[in-house]
């Protein structure tokens, strides 16, 4: 069969020919947060997800061992000892009786059935392998990923805490100024219900740090307590990655290289499924002994032995194995088509984030001149409202303006270090382990 072939661009469309080179390795240390590389480490080790994903490799590693056994001579020893009664005329008879025999078998690949098989079972173990070092990179990016959603959260939570005590002290003052009429009732009636409204989205909030704690501990193997300590200031990286070549992404991404040996694990079953069609020719020899008492056996007499050899081929089965080949090559047909469009939505994942990560820093750029501008709309209209100049209308349209650019400002932040997790997903991530799990721990505080 002729394997699938994928043209690839010479460049990304979304970037430029500087922004080609050498992924980083370290992609994630470049945040300079001790706490999340701890975070990392930890889940590597205690994950309960990673951990059965290691023993599914493990058993694809058994079955390379026992594949690779049907290559070899089979020895088999039997020994049994048996006692009868019989019941004659003349009475009754106890007999005893003790066997021993030895069995060697081997059947000769002679259309090599039997090295097709070790050799699916190897590229079968390779996919694993390939599979593992992917969902280690999933499970790094999630935490990665879950800890700026926390650190998000956090900072939110903090501007809203921020808002409901500046809200309270507006109160204060309109509720002093109401006292002296210097204003309406609707006034204060319209600070309450901001007041109210603030401190609910607190709690709200609250509520959002607290599953995003559960779901990190849950992460890192420990119990879903709710305490995972997080600061509430997002890091700003302004660094780029580095992209490779389009053409480099096959081979960077593990979860393409393993449908890869799966695909061409499949093209072996096909080969197999084809020479199951053939005669099978099997050696076997057999010798043993047989004696009235076990200890008896093996005393220096001459033993009975045998050799057998034998053809078996397939001449009438109701078209079984034509039709387990063809099955076996329409699986191949299948996981050829899964395989593009595995690889041409590796691409789109590329590009995609390439190009979300243009508009992102363009739109961070104007909320950052738009959240200066609110924040200083803010106090003015709130100075000119104590001077009588302008109706408390405005000031609640200057704050609500002010708290979506500071709001969007945070969520910007996020959503570019999310962008640049996921780009470096897409990407395939470095060719080393990222942490050896044998490494010692680091603290994680609560």
Known sequence: MSLVNVETPKQWQGSNAKDNGPILNDWFLAFNDNTLNALIQNALSNNYDFKANQFAMQLAQQQVVISGASLLPELSLNATQSRKKSVTETGTKISNSADISAKLSYEVDLWGKLSDEQRRANLALASAK????????????????????????????????????????????IQSSYRLGLNQALDVYLTQNNVNSEKARVIDQQHQVQKLQRQLELLIGEYPKGVLSAPNRLPLITKDIALSEPSQLLTQRFDIASSWYDLLASDASLAIAHKKRFPSFTLTASTGDSADKLSNLLDGNALAWSLLGNITAPI??????????????????????RYLEQVYQAFADVENAIGNRQALKQRYQHFLQAKENAEAAE????DQYMKGLVSYTSVLESQRRAFDAQTQLIQLTNQLLQNRINLYVSLGGSNTPLFSTNQTQYEVKS
Do not use: C, M, P
Request: charged share 25%; glycine share 2%; proline share 0%.
């Open 130 to 173: 390939h599979k593992l070092k992917h969902q280690e990179l999933n499970l790094v990016a999630t935490v990665a990923r879950t800890w700026f959603d926390l650190v998000s959260a956090n900072q939110l939570l903090a501007l809203y805490q921020q808002r409901a005590n500046n809200q309270t002290r507006n109160l204060d003052i």
């Open 316 to 337: 009438f089965n109701s078209g079984r194995l034509e039709a387990a080949e063809n099955q076996a090559e329409l699986t191949l047909r299948q996981k050829e088509q």
């Open 379 to 382: 106090k003015l209209a709130f």
